[in-house]
Each structure stands twice: as structure tokens, then as C-alpha cells.
């Protein structure tokens, strides 16, 4: 049973950092894709980067240059750095996982933790 739990949210003033963090467990397959995602109110939940079990990371446009995804060497966790935060970086952020990094849309990915909330303001 596929178990994912973020951490690390909270509320930093525009051009501060957070490290967001995402504990997963009963994944068994060697190959896997983690994808971190965010919700702001009235929009649709979108995602902001993703990485494979070889470390080959992506980003969406927004965040490029500011945000890194890295995991450590288990591969049990899952980390979001974010620098330079903006004001509309204000979401609930998810981590999510799927088998392979193909897509980054959030439908195709079947496991979620609950969510680590991220204002800016």
C-alpha cells in the first residue's frame, strides 16, 4: 500500500525559500516517477516538477530556476526545494507517483499524500 506524506509548508514572505519534503513507503517497483503538484483556490491543480528513479527531473515553466526536485539516495523521500518564492506560488502542494515520468498530468497519477499548504505573501 502506496503511502505518501508531505511536510515542510508554511507561510514566508515573497523572495524567501521553503524545502518541502515527502515521505513515501510500499512503493515496490524499481522504476517510478514522483511528481510534486499545487492547488491554489479556483484553479486547477497543475504540475510543478517531477522526477524519475534515474534523478532525471522536470519543471513547468513557471518555476524553472527556482525550484528543485531531488530525492535522496533510499528514495524514500521526495524534497521541493523552492527559492525566490512568488506570491502566486500560494497553493497547497501535493506529492503524487506513477510508474513512469511520462505525463505530468495530474489524473494519471494514482497516489497522493494530503497535501502541505505554501502562502507567500
Known amino acids: 500500500h502506496v503511502q505518501l506524506v508531505e511536510s515542510g509548508g508554511g507561510s514566508v514572505q515573497a523572495g524567501g525559500s521553503l524545502r518541502l519534503s515527502c515521505a513515501a513507503s510500499?512503493?515496490?517497483?524499481?522504476?517510478?516517477?514522483m511528481g510534486w503538484f499545487r492547488q491554489a483556490p479556483g484553479k486547477e491543480r497543475e504540475g510543478v516538477a517531477a522526477?524519475?528513479?534515474?534523478?532525471?527531473?522536470t519543471y513547468t515553466d513557471s518555476v524553472k530556476g527556482r525550484f528543485t526536485i531531488s530525492q535522496d539516495d533510499a528514495k524514500k523521500n521526495v524534497y521541493l526545494q523552492m527559492n525566490s518564492l512568488k506570491v502566486e506560488d500560494t497553493a497547497m502542494y501535493y506529492c503524487?507517483?506513477?510508474?513512469?515520468?511520462?505525463?505530468?498530468?495530474?489524473?494519471?497519477?494514482?497516489?497522493w499524500g494530503q497535501g502541505t499548504q505554501v502562502t507567500v505573501s
Open positions: 503524487a507517483t506513477r510508474r513512469y515520468c511520462t505525463t505530468m498530468s495530474p489524473a494519471a497519477f494514482g497516489y
Open positions: 510500499g512503493y515496490t517497483y524499481s522504476s517510478y516517477c
Open positions: 522526477i524519475d528513479s534515474d534523478g532525471l527531473a
